[in-house]
Each structure stands twice: as C-alpha cells, then as structure tokens.
T-cell receptor
C-alpha cells in the first residue's frame, strides 16, 4: 500500500530534550516536506527536500533540522524543543515539487512542557 | 503579501448542497488545491484546478476564476461523513511553494 509513515503519533517531552520525528514514504517520491498545523492557522512549511541530500527552508524553519540521506526517509529533528513548538506536525511527499498532490503522514501531536 | 481567505466554519444539513469559498492574493499562480481533513487526521487530496472553470468529481466539484482570485468547492448530497475541515491551497508561480488557507470547518446536521 502506498503510504507515508510517520512516528510517533503522540509525543510529550520537556523543554530542551532533543527529539526526532521519523517520516518514510514507499512511493519513490522525490519531494518531501514537513508542516506544522496550529489552530486558526493554515499549514506552515518547516523544511522541504527536492531529492537526496537536497534540503531547503520553508516558512518557519527556526528550531528545526532535517536530513535526507535516503530517498524514502526525511526525519525532523528538534535539537532543543521549546513550548512554542507544541503543535501538530505532518510529513508529506509528492512525485516532484510540481506534482499534483501531496500524500500526508498521519501526523504527530507534539507537546513540549 | 500573500493571503488566502476562507470562512472559518459553515453548517449544512444532511442531503443538502454547500459551497465553500476561497479567495486568494498571491504573487504568482500555478494551481489551486482542495484538501479534506477529518478531525485529528491527515489532509487528503480532493481536487486540483489550474484553468478557469468547473471540475466535477462525483459529489464534489471545484471551480476556479483566476481573474477574480476565487475558487469554490461544491459538495452535493451531503453525508454525515462530510463533516470535516476543507483546506484551500495555492501553488505560487515563483517557487512552486504552497500557500495554505486556515481551513473551513464544515458541520453537517441530520
């Protein structure tokens, strides 16, 4: 089944404790992206990747890191989480950046205390 | 600046028709998307318009007017499972980045 797998689904952590949210897609997509979703706001892009070893900042990259060492994986790293990073996070992929539609992972609800 | 506007919330009755509007102001345009998002779940693709006019797909249709910076999503024969948020997103021409609206929460009543 074609899918984007994102883990964990829920995560509660404390300020400053490094964490990683994993994302993997099995569709051989070139383009992958991370978004955060907050109440009353549209999805905001954090980072995106056009292909292996190619990453770029989105609209709200501060406090986040990503890597794209393999085509299928695109982990999101929070080196020192802060409470303002409490949010719902989605990983997404598409065939290419100009592709018609994004496929989303199931989301990670992160709470930073 | 770039902006997408959609109503925050709408209510409709099961079996009826509802139209969700989206207006946009962007520096470029390379297509408009509609996604459906049930509470606590991931968005799923509904439609894509790049040319003016109406695209029909079963109970759902999407309309685009590029000159007016306007789109709508039309849902017919509403079912309870259509209760969800509907997200409008525009792909700008300059760098193909997607700009997202905040979404319209649609509540269906029996």
């Amino acid at each position: 089944e074609a899918q984007v797998t994102q883990n964990p689904r829920y995560l509660i952590t404390v300020t400053g404790k490094k964490l990683t949210v994993t994302c993997s897609q099995n569709m051989n997509h070139e383009y992958m992206s991370w978004y955060r979703q907050d109440p009353g706001l549209g999805l905001r892009q954090i980072y995106y990747s056009m292909n292996v070893e190619v990453t770029d900042k989105g609209d709200v990259p501060e406090g986040y890191k990503v890597s794209r060492k393999e085509k299928r994986n695109f982990p999101l790293i929070l080196e020192s989480p802060s409470p303002n990073q409490t949010s719902l996070y989605f990983c997404a992929s598409s065939r290419d950046r100009g592709g018609e539609k994004l496929f989303f992972g199931s989301g990670t609800q992160l709470s930073v205390l | 600046g770039q902006n997408i506007d959609q109503p925050t919330e709408m209510t409709a009755t099961e079996g009826a028709i509802v139209q969700i509007n989206c207006t946009y102001q962007t520096s470029g345009f390379n297509g408009l998307f509609w996604y459906q998002q049930h509470a606590g779940e991931a968005p799923t693709f509904l439609s894509y318009n790049v040319l003016d006019g109406l695209e029909e797909k079963g109970r759902f249709s999407s309309f685009l007017s590029r000159s007016k910076g306007y789109s709508y999503l039309l849902l017919k024969e509403l079912q309870m499972k259509d209760s969800a948020s509907y997200l409008c997103a525009v792909r700008g021409r300059s760098n193909y980045q997607l700009i997202w609206g905040a979404g319209t929460k649609l509540i269906i009543k029996p």
